[in-house]
Protein backbone atom coordinates (compact mmCIF):
# COMPACT_ATOMS: atom_id res chain seq x y z
CA UNK A 1 0.00 0.00 0.00
CA UNK A 2 1.62 3.72 -0.84
CA UNK A 3 1.91 5.21 2.29
CA UNK A 4 -0.51 8.91 2.44
CA UNK A 5 1.10 11.68 1.13
CA UNK A 6 4.44 9.73 0.61
CA UNK A 7 5.72 10.99 -3.26
CA UNK A 8 5.10 14.33 -1.93
CA UNK A 9 7.06 14.19 1.10
CA UNK A 10 9.82 12.25 -0.71
CA UNK A 11 9.43 15.75 -3.06
CA UNK A 12 10.01 18.23 -0.68
CA UNK A 13 12.64 16.09 1.19
CA UNK A 14 14.50 16.08 -2.22
CA UNK A 15 13.64 19.36 -2.37
CA UNK A 16 15.26 20.41 0.80
CA UNK A 17 18.01 18.47 1.21
CA UNK A 18 19.37 19.72 -2.55
CA UNK A 19 19.04 22.90 -1.21
CA UNK A 20 20.92 21.91 1.43
CA UNK A 21 23.72 20.31 0.17
CA UNK A 22 23.69 23.44 -2.82
CA UNK A 23 23.73 26.18 -0.11
CA UNK A 24 26.99 23.94 1.35
CA UNK A 25 28.60 23.31 -1.71
CA UNK A 26 28.24 26.15 -3.69
CA UNK A 27 29.20 28.29 -0.51
CA UNK A 28 32.37 26.31 -0.24
CA UNK A 29 33.55 26.57 -4.00
CA UNK A 30 32.87 30.25 -4.45
CA UNK A 31 33.76 31.37 -1.07
CA UNK A 32 35.99 34.13 -2.71
CA UNK A 33 33.67 35.01 -5.33
CA UNK A 34 32.58 38.30 -3.95
CA UNK A 35 28.72 37.01 -3.24
CA UNK A 36 27.73 40.11 -1.46
CA UNK A 37 25.13 38.18 0.71
CA UNK A 38 27.94 35.94 2.30
CA UNK A 39 29.09 39.47 4.11
CA UNK A 40 32.02 41.07 5.46
CA UNK A 41 35.36 39.64 7.21
CA UNK A 42 36.36 41.85 10.22
CA UNK A 43 39.79 43.81 10.06
CA UNK A 44 41.55 46.87 11.46
CA UNK A 45 40.08 48.05 14.47
CA UNK A 46 37.23 45.52 14.35
CA UNK A 47 39.38 42.77 14.06
CA UNK A 48 41.34 43.89 17.21
CA UNK A 49 38.69 44.32 19.51
CA UNK A 50 38.25 40.75 18.44
CA UNK A 51 41.12 39.71 19.62
CA UNK A 52 40.69 41.23 22.93
CA UNK A 53 37.94 39.36 23.57
CA UNK A 54 38.33 36.49 26.21
CA UNK A 55 36.40 34.75 23.88
CA UNK A 56 38.07 34.39 20.60
CA UNK A 57 41.33 32.59 20.29
CA UNK A 58 43.14 31.39 17.19
CA UNK A 59 41.02 33.33 14.77
CA UNK A 60 37.78 31.98 15.63
CA UNK A 61 35.23 32.45 18.86
CA UNK A 62 34.55 29.22 21.01
CA UNK A 63 31.72 28.63 23.74
CA UNK A 64 32.35 29.25 27.57
CA UNK A 65 31.61 25.60 27.84
CA UNK A 66 33.29 22.58 25.85
CA UNK A 67 30.27 22.35 23.06
CA UNK A 68 30.22 19.53 19.68
CA UNK A 69 28.05 20.75 16.83
CA UNK A 70 27.42 17.37 15.74
CA UNK A 71 27.71 15.24 18.47
CA UNK A 72 28.24 11.25 18.32
CA UNK A 73 25.38 11.01 15.02
CA UNK A 74 26.12 13.13 12.68
CA UNK A 75 26.07 10.07 10.08
CA UNK A 76 22.54 9.29 11.40
CA UNK A 77 21.58 12.96 10.86
CA UNK A 78 23.00 13.08 6.75
CA UNK A 79 21.28 9.64 6.67
CA UNK A 80 17.88 11.39 7.90
CA UNK A 81 18.23 14.23 6.01
CA UNK A 82 18.80 11.88 2.76
CA UNK A 83 16.60 8.85 3.26
CA UNK A 84 13.55 10.49 5.37
CA UNK A 85 12.78 9.74 9.10
CA UNK A 86 8.51 9.75 8.08
CA UNK A 87 8.36 12.78 9.85
CA UNK A 88 5.43 15.85 8.57
CA UNK A 89 8.63 18.42 8.55
CA UNK A 90 6.26 20.87 6.28
CA UNK A 91 3.01 21.37 7.22
CA UNK A 92 -0.13 20.16 5.18
CA UNK A 93 -2.11 23.26 4.74
CA UNK A 94 -0.79 26.91 4.46
CA UNK A 95 -0.61 28.36 8.02
CA UNK A 96 -3.03 30.53 9.49
CA UNK A 97 -2.02 34.54 10.06
CA UNK A 98 -3.44 36.49 12.55
CA UNK A 99 -5.75 39.29 10.84
CA UNK A 100 -5.48 43.11 11.90
CA UNK A 101 -1.82 42.67 13.29
CA UNK A 102 -0.92 45.91 12.18
CA UNK A 103 -4.80 47.55 13.58
CA UNK A 104 -3.83 46.29 16.96
CA UNK A 105 -0.19 47.39 17.02
CA UNK A 106 -1.83 51.18 16.18
CA UNK A 107 -2.42 51.79 19.96
CA UNK A 108 0.36 50.78 22.79
CA UNK A 109 -0.12 48.05 24.86
CA UNK A 110 -2.43 48.91 28.22
CA UNK A 111 0.23 46.48 30.22
CA UNK A 112 3.75 48.14 28.80
CA UNK A 113 4.88 44.78 27.38
CA UNK A 114 3.98 43.49 23.99
CA UNK A 115 5.51 40.99 21.83
CA UNK A 116 4.34 39.95 18.39
CA UNK A 117 6.11 36.99 16.62
CA UNK A 118 6.61 37.42 13.25
CA UNK A 119 7.95 33.95 12.08
CA UNK A 120 10.92 31.58 12.88
CA UNK A 121 12.57 34.21 15.35
CA UNK A 122 11.53 37.44 13.81
CA UNK A 123 9.62 39.47 16.54
CA UNK A 124 8.86 43.09 17.00
CA UNK A 125 9.49 43.59 20.87
CA UNK A 126 7.24 46.61 22.75
CA UNK A 127 8.24 47.07 26.33
CA UNK A 128 8.54 50.09 28.47
CA UNK A 129 7.93 52.67 25.78
CA UNK A 130 10.56 51.24 23.30
CA UNK A 131 10.30 48.92 20.08
CA UNK A 132 12.85 47.08 18.98
CA UNK A 133 12.79 44.04 16.01
CA UNK A 134 14.85 40.63 16.55
CA UNK A 135 16.84 38.64 13.98
CA UNK A 136 14.45 40.34 11.32
CA UNK A 137 13.86 37.99 8.31
CA UNK A 138 11.60 39.05 5.35
CA UNK A 139 12.96 36.92 2.49
CA UNK A 140 11.71 34.02 0.85
CA UNK A 141 14.82 31.79 1.45
CA UNK A 142 17.04 31.49 4.68
CA UNK A 143 19.70 30.98 2.19
CA UNK A 144 22.68 33.58 0.13
CA UNK A 145 20.82 32.26 -2.94
CA UNK A 146 17.48 32.82 -4.53
CA UNK A 147 17.05 29.58 -5.93
CA UNK A 148 18.40 27.20 -3.35
CA UNK A 149 17.88 26.84 0.48
CA UNK A 150 14.95 26.24 2.94
CA UNK A 151 11.93 28.19 1.93
CA UNK A 152 9.35 30.39 3.93
CA UNK A 153 6.52 28.18 4.69
CA UNK A 154 3.99 31.15 5.23
CA UNK A 155 4.60 34.86 4.18
CA UNK A 156 5.64 37.44 6.45
CA UNK A 157 2.30 38.44 8.65
CA UNK A 158 3.12 42.21 8.65
CA UNK A 159 4.95 44.02 5.63
CA UNK A 160 8.29 45.31 6.54
CA UNK A 161 7.14 48.84 5.79
CA UNK A 162 4.04 48.46 8.28
CA UNK A 163 6.15 47.95 11.00
CA UNK A 164 6.75 51.07 12.01
CA UNK A 165 9.37 53.04 14.06
CA UNK A 166 11.57 51.34 15.75
CA UNK A 167 14.45 52.35 18.89
CA UNK A 168 16.72 49.21 17.72
CA UNK A 169 17.38 46.26 15.68
CA UNK A 170 19.13 43.23 17.38
CA UNK A 171 20.50 40.53 15.76
CA UNK A 172 21.48 37.19 17.87
CA UNK A 173 23.97 35.89 15.21
CA UNK A 174 25.01 35.72 11.44
CA UNK A 175 23.37 32.50 10.17
CA UNK A 176 21.08 32.71 7.19
CA UNK A 177 18.00 32.70 8.93
CA UNK A 178 18.65 35.43 11.43
CA UNK A 179 20.59 37.75 9.51
CA UNK A 180 18.98 38.60 5.90
CA UNK A 181 20.68 41.06 3.79
CA UNK A 182 17.65 42.21 1.72
CA UNK A 183 15.67 42.75 5.03
CA UNK A 184 19.13 44.57 6.73
CA UNK A 185 19.13 46.85 3.37
CA UNK A 186 15.06 47.34 4.03
CA UNK A 187 15.75 48.95 7.37
CA UNK A 188 19.16 50.57 7.03
CA UNK A 189 17.28 53.45 5.26
CA UNK A 190 14.89 54.08 7.76
CA UNK A 191 18.44 55.21 9.99
CA UNK A 192 17.53 52.22 13.12
CA UNK A 193 20.49 50.89 14.82
CA UNK A 194 21.30 47.91 14.61
CA UNK A 195 22.60 46.44 17.91
CA UNK A 196 24.83 43.05 16.64
CA UNK A 197 27.42 40.64 18.64
CA UNK A 198 31.20 41.58 18.10
CA UNK A 199 32.14 40.94 13.98
CA UNK A 200 28.88 40.59 12.93
CA UNK A 201 28.90 44.78 12.00
CA UNK A 202 31.35 43.54 9.20
CA UNK A 203 28.83 42.37 7.29
CA UNK A 204 26.40 45.46 7.73
CA UNK A 205 29.09 47.58 6.24
CA UNK A 206 29.76 44.93 3.52
CA UNK A 207 25.78 45.78 2.96
CA UNK A 208 26.10 49.45 2.92
CA UNK A 209 24.55 50.25 6.44
CA UNK A 210 26.67 53.34 7.76
CA UNK A 211 28.79 52.69 11.01
CA UNK A 212 26.86 55.11 12.75
CA UNK A 213 24.12 52.90 12.27
CA UNK A 214 26.45 49.59 14.23
CA UNK A 215 27.01 48.74 17.82
CA UNK A 216 28.71 45.91 18.33
CA UNK A 217 28.28 44.19 21.99
CA UNK A 218 30.71 41.47 23.74
CA UNK A 219 28.93 40.08 26.39
CA UNK A 220 27.96 42.07 28.88
CA UNK A 221 28.16 45.18 27.10
CA UNK A 222 24.44 47.08 27.36
CA UNK A 223 23.51 50.59 26.51
CA UNK A 224 20.19 52.39 27.37
CA UNK A 225 17.43 53.00 25.14
CA UNK A 226 14.85 55.82 25.29
CA UNK A 227 13.57 55.58 28.40
CA UNK A 228 15.68 54.26 30.90
CA UNK A 229 15.70 50.32 28.79
CA UNK A 230 18.24 48.82 29.66
CA UNK A 231 20.04 46.27 26.28
CA UNK A 232 22.40 43.67 27.13
CA UNK A 233 24.21 41.30 25.30
CA UNK A 234 24.21 38.04 27.43
CA UNK A 235 26.15 34.57 26.65
CA UNK A 236 24.79 32.03 24.04
CA UNK A 237 25.93 28.63 23.41
CA UNK A 238 25.92 28.38 19.72
CA UNK A 239 28.14 28.80 16.64
CA UNK A 240 28.14 31.57 13.63
CA UNK A 241 29.25 31.63 9.96
CA UNK A 242 27.89 32.40 6.73
CA UNK A 243 30.36 29.82 4.39
CA UNK A 244 31.96 26.81 5.94
CA UNK A 245 35.32 28.87 5.44
CA UNK A 246 34.27 31.60 7.98
CA UNK A 247 32.58 29.59 10.27
CA UNK A 248 33.00 31.01 14.28
CA UNK A 249 34.61 34.62 13.26
CA UNK A 250 31.75 36.52 14.49
CA UNK A 251 30.28 36.23 17.80
CA UNK A 252 27.08 34.76 19.10
CA UNK A 253 24.44 36.12 21.62
CA UNK A 254 21.56 35.76 23.42
CA UNK A 255 19.94 40.08 24.25
CA UNK A 256 18.16 41.21 27.50
CA UNK A 257 16.13 44.26 28.01
CA UNK A 258 15.80 45.80 31.41
CA UNK A 259 12.95 48.41 31.96
CA UNK A 260 11.74 50.38 34.63
CA UNK A 261 8.59 47.50 34.82
CA UNK A 262 9.57 45.21 32.48
CA UNK A 263 12.29 42.54 31.68
CA UNK A 264 12.33 40.21 28.45
CA UNK A 265 14.98 37.75 27.62
CA UNK A 266 15.90 36.90 23.85
CA UNK A 267 17.63 33.57 23.35
CA UNK A 268 18.33 33.99 19.66
CA UNK A 269 20.19 30.20 18.76
CA UNK A 270 21.65 28.53 21.72
CA UNK A 271 22.19 25.56 23.81
CA UNK A 272 21.90 25.29 27.50
CA UNK A 273 24.06 26.56 29.37
CA UNK A 274 25.16 26.96 33.05
CA UNK A 275 25.40 30.61 32.15
CA UNK A 276 21.38 30.94 31.94
CA UNK A 277 21.60 30.97 35.84
CA UNK A 278 23.59 33.32 36.15
CA UNK A 279 21.54 35.79 33.52
CA UNK A 280 18.69 35.25 35.55
CA UNK A 281 20.35 36.24 38.64
CA UNK A 282 21.99 39.09 37.28
CA UNK A 283 18.87 40.00 35.42
CA UNK A 284 15.81 38.41 36.42
CA UNK A 285 13.10 37.43 37.11
CA UNK A 286 12.09 38.40 33.70
CA UNK A 287 8.21 38.66 32.64
CA UNK A 288 8.73 36.41 29.07
CA UNK A 289 11.82 34.54 28.06
CA UNK A 290 11.77 33.97 24.33
CA UNK A 291 13.21 30.97 23.48
CA UNK A 292 14.12 28.62 20.29
CA UNK A 293 12.23 25.34 20.69
CA UNK A 294 12.33 24.19 16.88
CA UNK A 295 15.07 23.17 14.31
CA UNK A 296 16.75 20.98 17.06
CA UNK A 297 18.02 17.21 16.94
CA UNK A 298 19.46 15.27 19.28
CA UNK A 299 23.05 15.70 17.36
CA UNK A 300 22.63 19.24 18.19
CA UNK A 301 22.16 19.05 21.70
CA UNK A 302 24.74 21.24 22.64
CA UNK A 303 23.96 24.60 20.47
CA UNK A 304 20.25 24.24 20.32
CA UNK A 305 17.24 24.13 22.98
CA UNK A 306 14.43 22.18 21.43
CA UNK A 307 11.32 22.12 23.62
CA UNK A 308 12.21 20.26 26.60
CA UNK A 309 15.52 22.58 26.85
CA UNK A 310 13.60 25.66 26.48
CA UNK A 311 11.37 24.69 29.60
CA UNK A 312 14.75 23.87 31.47
CA UNK A 313 16.24 27.75 30.48
CA UNK A 314 13.01 29.35 31.14
CA UNK A 315 13.34 27.97 34.65
CA UNK A 316 16.56 28.62 35.25
CA UNK A 317 16.44 32.32 34.03
CA UNK A 318 13.66 32.80 36.72
CA UNK A 319 11.10 33.81 33.86
CA UNK A 320 7.35 33.73 34.66
CA UNK A 321 6.25 32.87 30.98
CA UNK A 322 7.93 31.37 27.81
CA UNK A 323 7.18 32.11 24.39
CA UNK A 324 8.32 29.85 21.90
CA UNK A 325 10.53 31.09 18.78
CA UNK A 326 12.42 29.30 16.13
CA UNK A 327 9.81 27.49 14.78
CA UNK A 328 7.13 27.42 12.15
CA UNK A 329 8.77 29.29 9.31
CA UNK A 330 11.63 27.17 7.84
CA UNK A 331 12.15 22.86 7.19
CA UNK A 332 15.89 23.38 8.93
CA UNK A 333 15.56 20.15 11.14
CA UNK A 334 14.47 16.73 10.69
CA UNK A 335 11.34 16.65 13.30
CA UNK A 336 7.69 16.97 12.49
CA UNK A 337 6.97 20.67 11.58
CA UNK A 338 4.10 20.66 14.81
CA UNK A 339 6.32 18.75 17.00
CA UNK A 340 7.67 21.31 18.75
CA UNK A 341 5.09 23.20 20.56
CA UNK A 342 3.08 19.55 21.20
CA UNK A 343 6.09 18.45 23.21
CA UNK A 344 6.43 22.12 24.82
CA UNK A 345 2.72 22.01 25.47
CA UNK A 346 3.01 18.62 27.07
CA UNK A 347 6.37 19.05 29.68
CA UNK A 348 4.91 22.51 30.46
CA UNK A 349 2.60 21.43 32.96
CA UNK A 350 4.02 18.97 35.33
CA UNK A 351 7.15 21.62 35.14
CA UNK A 352 4.86 24.65 36.08
CA UNK A 353 6.03 26.43 33.57
CA UNK A 354 3.35 29.24 31.84
CA UNK A 355 3.22 29.53 27.95
CA UNK A 356 2.72 32.23 25.68
CA UNK A 357 2.02 30.67 22.45
CA UNK A 358 0.79 33.46 19.92
CA UNK A 359 -0.60 32.53 16.27
CA UNK A 360 1.70 33.77 13.49
CA UNK A 361 1.42 37.74 13.80
CA UNK A 362 -0.46 38.23 16.90
CA UNK A 363 0.12 40.59 19.04
CA UNK A 364 0.03 39.42 22.76
CA UNK A 365 0.70 40.96 26.03
CA UNK A 366 2.06 37.89 28.20
CA UNK A 367 0.24 39.46 31.17
CA UNK A 368 -2.57 39.01 29.84
CA UNK A 369 -2.46 36.90 26.80
CA UNK A 370 -1.68 32.95 26.89
CA UNK A 371 -2.35 32.66 22.99
CA UNK A 372 -3.66 29.47 21.60
CA UNK A 373 -2.70 25.24 20.72
CA UNK A 374 -3.68 27.13 16.79
CA UNK A 375 -1.00 24.58 15.06
CA UNK A 376 -3.54 21.67 16.08
CA UNK A 377 -6.40 23.41 14.08
CA UNK A 378 -4.62 22.35 10.95
CA UNK A 379 -5.51 18.74 8.86
CA UNK A 380 -3.10 15.51 8.97
CA UNK A 381 -2.85 15.80 5.12
CA UNK A 382 -2.54 18.13 2.17
CA UNK A 383 -5.77 16.42 0.55
CA UNK A 384 -7.78 17.47 3.50
CA UNK A 385 -7.16 21.23 2.90
CA UNK A 386 -9.51 23.63 3.23
CA UNK A 387 -10.05 24.75 -0.78
CA UNK A 388 -7.21 27.68 -1.50
CA UNK A 389 -5.26 27.22 1.70
CA UNK A 390 -2.94 24.43 0.27
CA UNK A 391 0.77 24.69 0.65
CA UNK A 392 1.52 25.74 -2.32
CA UNK A 393 4.40 28.21 -4.27
CA UNK A 394 3.16 31.88 -3.63
CA UNK A 395 4.04 34.89 -5.92
CA UNK A 396 7.18 36.59 -4.57
CA UNK A 397 5.19 39.51 -3.83
CA UNK A 398 3.52 38.17 -0.86
CA UNK A 399 7.47 38.87 0.59
CA UNK A 400 7.67 42.10 -0.46
CA UNK A 401 9.88 44.16 1.20
Known sequence: MKRPGGSKRWRRLGTATLGVLVVLAVGAVVSSSGCASFGGVPSGERLARLERSPQYKDGV????????????????????????????RVPSCALPLFKGTAERLASAPASGLRVTWLGHSTSLIELDGVRVLSDPMWSERASPFTVAGPKRFHPPPLPLAQVGKLDAVIVSHDHYDHLDMATVEALAKTGVVFHVGLGVGAHL?????????????????????????????????????????????????????????????????????????????????????????????????????????????????????????????????????????????TEAKPRGVALVTPMLGEPVEPEVDQGSTWWRALPPLAARCPQGAELAVRSLDDWAL
Do not use: C
Not at 70 to 85: A, H, I, Q, R, W
Not at 302 to 320: D, M, W, Y
Open 61 to 88: FFNEESTTMMGDVGTKVLSEFLFGNGAM
Open 205 to 345: EAWGVPAAQIVEHAWWDEVTLPGGVRLISVPARHFSGRLPTRNNTTQWTSWALVGPQHRLFFSGDTGKTALHAEIGKRLGPFDVAMLEIGQYHPAWGKIHLGPVGALETSQALTARRLLPIHWATFELGLHAWSEPPETLV
